[in-house]
């Protein structure tokens, strides 16, 4: 059974930081590209950021590019958002998801999701 769980998640005011971090198990991780996705309330679930297998290669949304960054500890088969120059309009629930190999950026080619972690940014 493969599982993904979010953590990190909380409340911050604008211009904070925020370390998400999500834990995988029931698959060989080394050989899975991670991703991370958002949904705000009312809106649709929308990529954030990407990270190859062998963290060789990463991919942003190009509202996140420059503050967040995706990195991987396949020893600790987890994977981090770091999220810096927080703004409200980051409010939402952060998901974690799984595929085997490719990297991808949109929510239909990933297979495993993890259950979400509210990340609430105060002005």
């Known amino acids: 059974q493969v599982q993904l769980v979010e953590s990190g998640g909380g409340l911050v005011q604008a211009g904070g930081s925020l370390r998400l971090s999500c834990a995988a198990s029931?698959?060989?991780?080394?050989?899975?590209?991670m991703g991370w996705f958002r949904q705000a309330p009312g809106k649709e679930r929308e990529f954030v950021a990407a990270?190859?297998?062998?963290?060789?290669?990463?991919y942003y949304a190009d509202s996140v590019k420059g503050r967040f960054t995706i990195s991987r500890d396949n020893a600790k088969n987890t994977v981090y958002l770091q999220m810096n120059s927080l703004k409200p309009e980051d409010t939402a629930v952060y998901y974690c998801?799984?595929?085997?190999?490719?990297?991808?950026?949109?929510?239909?080619?990933?297979?495993?999701w993890g259950q979400g972690t509210q990340v609430t940014v105060s002005s």
């Open positions: 029931g698959l060989t991780f080394s050989t899975y590209a």
């Open positions: 998801a799984a595929r085997r190999f490719t990297t991808a950026t949109t929510v239909s080619e990933y297979g495993y």
């Open positions: 990270i190859a297998w062998n963290a060789g290669n990463t």
